[in-house]
């Protein structure tokens, strides 16, 4: 009994933590501000993640520079017309961005579509000075991708938006 009785209590210790860390995972934030700090987190960050899906609905994903236009998740990237992830958003135009803070707790996902655009006067309304020395002639050698947002997934230890401490489910916004 004294065994049952040991896995009894350690039971209620468990549970007990349980219910105290999800009462107490993350303080309470209004949409506004989860957003302000998502936009802190995707400012600070100097390159982000870019998922896509290949032809087999195997995601791809690769280190990219974005421009992050404004803060209302207007961002776009830049590529070669002949790279993989445009054949892969003509496909199939689902996409992820994932932004990491340098703090080491704290990031924002990005889930939406992209949209390929070709257009010169839309390239150098967008363009990033970072991006020129790799592409020598605007009309030919690039493309831009624009990202449309649809949800957004954030973590911030700093501020304490934290998972789920059951399920790690991040705190999401739908746009």
Known sequence: NLMFFKSYISHLIVILFMVISISSFSQEYSK???IDIANSIINDSHSCVF????????PTSRLMDPNIYNNDFEIYLVT???SRKVSHIRNDNRITL????NDGGSY???NGTAKLINELDQKKKYWKSDWTPYYKDLNRDCILIKINPKSLEIVSTSNNILSNPLTWEP?????
Not at 51 to 58: A, E, F, G, Q, Y
Not at 98 to 101: E, I, K, P, Q, Y
Not at 171 to 175: D, G, K, L, P, R
């Open 32 to 34: 506004k501000n989860i």
């Open 51 to 58: 998922i896509t899906l290949d032809s087999n609905n195997k």
């Open 80 to 82: 070669n017309p002949n």
């Open 98 to 101: 994932n932004f990491s803070h």
């Open 108 to 110: 924002v996902s990005i």
């Open 171 to 175: 705190t999401t916004i739908i746009f």
